[in-house]
């Protein structure tokens, strides 16, 4: 025992706590997920690099709603602390933001921002306050998923707004489900994982990283399902394909029915 | 051309001959013993032609349509077309039952592929037959003008009178009245005939007591995610805006059960839930409410964060979510049932008891 007291300095104390709360803390961030990695550990200068050239990017396209510290500006757009880098990937690659106007829905349209860009903006976010984090390659792999476990997981909790087949729906005011015909699997993830605008939030511990693969799988799988016909009339069921006949081959058997007639009256003259 | 679709027939006659009552228009030249007319014959009426009512003397007609048509050269060219739309319907009716054989509808796509062979296929032949028969009617067929008049639909006073005495003739001799034994013994025995189906209704089911007011949900039930069944702890449903249909652990597989035991939960920030929601029954900003729609049993899952409130996908009704699920909107009349809920030892999410009241349709209140 005397080495030991031999050795002990007066501030080991305070030491010792402090290595003890770093290293909880620490833990606590790498463990939950929510926390920042990159600012756990030292970032390197590439990763500085990318969040300057993110934070310019940020304020020359989003500062303008979002705020210039990210904050957000009351009643035009909302604070992104904590939000993630996986909340930017989807608006910014699906090409929602930078948005052109306030309206009720955000309509997919061709991305702005490259890439890279975008990658520079979510470190840029992911460094404020943390949050979900992009899926790696690995993440949204559909290999060896269950669709059939996706499929039921879609029904129970997606099909209501986004239709059985992914075909999308309409919501109140405006705001709608977006068909999901084009979303990459890491945009489906995220959007999953981040709850954007309508859509609630299905996290990793309610929907699992696995079953967020299951659910891509399902999604993906869909649209290579075979139209025979030659057209899908949106995959929507029954109602479009009854609207088709109503409208459609009514109309048709109407004018067949006002061509007969005129060429019986005309025969008679 | 309605009245040309005579009731009665031949063979009525002769059976109900057997009645024995002479006739009474002395017009008729059968024998005595014969009745004129029994019930269910047509009435004493002119005699029928096809077109058109025919004098009491019948006489040869003119001809109504032409034996020859107009244009010979063209109805010989509609021959030949209406010919080849008759043999395309033939071919493609043969096409589909080669197709019923060659596509099996063991997989989706099978299923597919055979609809829209079978359908086309089908489609062809009546096309073919329609448009073969509407080709028929208008080119080799003559045109001509035909006339249909009108008649009243009442009988004659004649045929009528005829009628009321072949009854009351008929009503007497079968000693309907004048034998009572008969008669109520024929009452009698017929009752309990009309009776037997109201009987069979019982088959429809057993009454459904109180099952329509209860659901599986029992105190200490763990909550598990719809479709991988997995129990939830409070920490595991920690992001706000979240939301997931859960069932009731034991009846994840029990369809009967789940289309009234359905539940979504749904995860507020601190201080959004308000009263009419009963705070008691919610685990940190956890409210779990009955899936099943209050107007007429939908899923009602279509939750928007933004607004907080749910819809039913089927006629639009809103339920605002952190105020006790009420009605903002649409045919729903009262709010969706909330489930009481706590955390069990282990830290999940539990019923703390069934529903405090039905979930689903509000069928009592109809009357």
Redo the contacts between chains.
């Keep these: 025992m005397t080495p030991i007291k031999r050795r002990r300095h007066h501030a080991a104390g305070y030491a010792v706590v402090l290595l003890g709360l770093l290293l909880v803390g620490a833990a606590y961030a790498v463990l939950t997920g929510t926390g920042s990695t990159a600012s756990a550990a030292a970032p390197t200068a590439a990763q500085q690099a990318q969040i300057a050239e993110g934070r310019s990017l940020f304020e020359e396209n989003c500062a303008s709603c979002h705020g210039f510290a990210a904050q957000g500006v009351s009643g035009v757009g909302p604070s992104l602390i904590g939000v993630g880098a996986a909340a930017v990937y989807f608006q910014v690659s699906t090409g929602r933001m930078p948005a052109k106007q306030n309206e009720a829905e955000q309509p997919r349209k061709e991305p702005e921002l490259n890439p890279r860009q975008t990658l520079a903006i979510a470190a840029y976010i992911q460094s404020l306050g943390g949050g979900p984090e992009i899926p790696s390659a690995a993440q949204v792999s559909t290999n060896g998923a269950d669709v059939a476990l996706g499929q039921s997981l879609f029904i129970t909790n997606c099909a209501q707004c986004h239709n059985f087949s992914g075909a999308g729906g309409a919501l109140t005011y405006g705001k709608y489900a977006p068909p999901l015909d084009q979303s990459t699997p890491s945009q489906i993830y995220t959007a999953m994982l981040t709850g954007p605008e309508a859509m609630p939030v299905f996290n990793d511990s309610t929907v699992t990283p696995s079953e967020k693969r299951d659910i891509i799988a399902y999604v993906t799988g869909e649209r290579s399902q075979p139209n025979p016909g030659g057209f899908s009339l949106g995959r929507v069921g029954p109602v479009t394909e009854g609207l088709v006949v109503f409208l459609g081959l009514l109309l048709f058997m109407v004018l067949a029915a006002m061509w007969i007639a005129a060429r019986h009256g005309r025969a008679h003259e | 051309m309605s009245d040309t679709s005579a009731g009665g027939q031949p063979g009525d006659a002769r059976r109900g001959s057997q009645a024995g009552q002479p006739g009474a228009e002395p017009a008729a030249d059968e024998g005595p013993a014969v009745p004129h007319r029994v019930i269910g014959t047509p009435p004493p009426a002119q005699a029928r032609t096809l077109l058109g009512q025919a004098d009491d003397e019948p006489q040869a007609q003119p001809r109504e349509l032409p034996a020859e048509v107009s244009d010979p050269e063209r109805a010989k060219r509609a021959e030949r077309v209406v010919a080849a739309c008759f043999i395309i319907a033939m071919l493609a009716g043969f096409a589909f039952i080669v197709c019923y054989a060659l596509f099996q509808v063991h997989t ?2 099978g299923a ?2 055979s ?2 062979v079978l359908g086309s296929t089908m489609g062809l032949a009546f096309l073919g037959l329609g448009v073969g028969a ?1 080709i028929w009617v ?1 080119q080799v067929m003559p ?1 001509v003008e035909q006339t249909e008049e009108r008649h009243p639909l009442a009988s004659s006073p004649e045929d009528r009178a005829a009628f009321a005495k072949t009854f009351e003739e008929g009503t007497e001799a079968s000693g309907f009245v004048s034998r009572p034994l008969l008669r109520r013994t024929l009452i009698a025995a017929t009752v309990p005939v009309a009776l037997a189906p109201i009987v069979l209704l019982r088959d429809m089911g057993p009454l459904p007591g109180t099952s329509l007011e209860n659901t599986v949900w029992r105190r200490g039930m763990r909550l598990l ?4 069944n997995r129990p ?1 702890t409070p ?11 859960v069932v009731p652990e034991g009846f994840q597989n029990d369809d009967d059960a789940l289309a009234k035991a359905a539940v979504v939960i ?2 507020f920030a601190p201080g959004v839930l308000q009263p009419p929601t009963v705070l008691n029954w919610t685990v940190d900003g956890i409210v779990a409410y009955s899936k099943i729609c209050t107007h007429l049993g939908c ?1 009602a ?7 907080q ?1 749910i ?1 039913c ?1 089927c006629h ?1 009704s ?1 339920f605002d979510a952190p105020r006790g699920a009420q009605v903002l909107f649409g045919p729903a009349t009262r709010p969706l049932p909330q489930l009481p809920m706590t955390v069990n030892s282990a830290g999940y999410l539990v019923a703390r008891s069934d529903f405090h009241e039905p979930v689903g349709p509000s069928y009592w209140e109809r009357s």
Excluded at chain 2, 235 to 245: A, H, L
Excluded at chain 2, 301 to 307: F, G, I, R, V
């Design positions: 989706v796509n597919l592929h609809n829209l509407t208008r045109v995610t719809a479709g991988s939830l920490g595991d449903f920690d992001s706000p805006g979240g939301m997931i249909t749904i995860k899923p899952a279509l939750y928007e964060q933004t607004t409130h819809l996908p639009q809103t």
